[in-house]
């Protein structure tokens, strides 16, 4: 491909850019192999923009799709994250805090919302798979299996309950209520 066809394309790749037509411009660099250096500055005007307005997930992932530098991709994604804290969404804030590398601290910190916030609305299933999932304190799987073992043993799930017990290694009477009530 010419030099003129490579500028021609990233200029259209510019144009799309700013239109906030992300997807528009994916393809154009897909299409005529762009390198992502010869975009850098369409891109850093886009994730400059987002950061202006606010939208701080599209920020992180242009930065992160075309190689900008880490420091910019780690600020929008921290911010993204912080608000998916503030808006109590723990669940979803250590999933990109994990996908976008940011700190084991905030990874951590978002589960453990995640997982107390799963533990008071009476989810415990779903709090012992982000228990499992983020590597949580065993007290804190332990926790939630034990409620998940007692919520399963009162509805009369004594099967479910007894896998409870034995994937969790709960203590031995556990196990043994649980197949007392099955056979």
């Known amino acids: 491909m010419t030099d003129s066809n490579l500028a021609e394309a990233a200029r259209q790749f510019a144009v799309k850019m700013n239109l906030g037509a992300y997807q528009e411009a994916a393809k154009i660099k897909s299409d005529f192999g762009l390198p992502n250096d010869m975009l850098i500055e369409a891109v850093r005007k886009a994730y ?17 799709k075309y190689d900008l530098p880490a420091n910019l991709r780690l600020e929008a994604a921290e911010r993204s994250f912080n608000r998916k804290i503030d808006s109590e969404f723990y669940r979803a804030a250590a999933d990109y805090a994990k996908e976008y590398g940011l700190s084991q601290d905030m990874v951590r910190q978002a589960a453990v919302q995640a997982f107390n916030k799963s533990m008071s609305f009476g989810l415990v299933k779903n709090a012992a798979e982000i228990a499992e999932e983020f590597e949580l304190p065993q007290e804190m799987m332990m926790q939630a ?23 969790y290694k709960l203590p031995p009477e556990m196990v043994q209520a649980a197949e007392k009530k099955i056979s």
Do not use: T, W
């Open 48 to 64: 400059d923009a987002n950061m202006k307005k606010g939208d701080y997930s599209m920020a992180a992932d242009l930065a992160k």
């Open 145 to 167: 299996a034990m409620k998940s073992y007692e919520l399963h043993m009162q509805s009369g799930l004594y099967r479910k309950a007894l896998k409870i017990a034995q994937k």
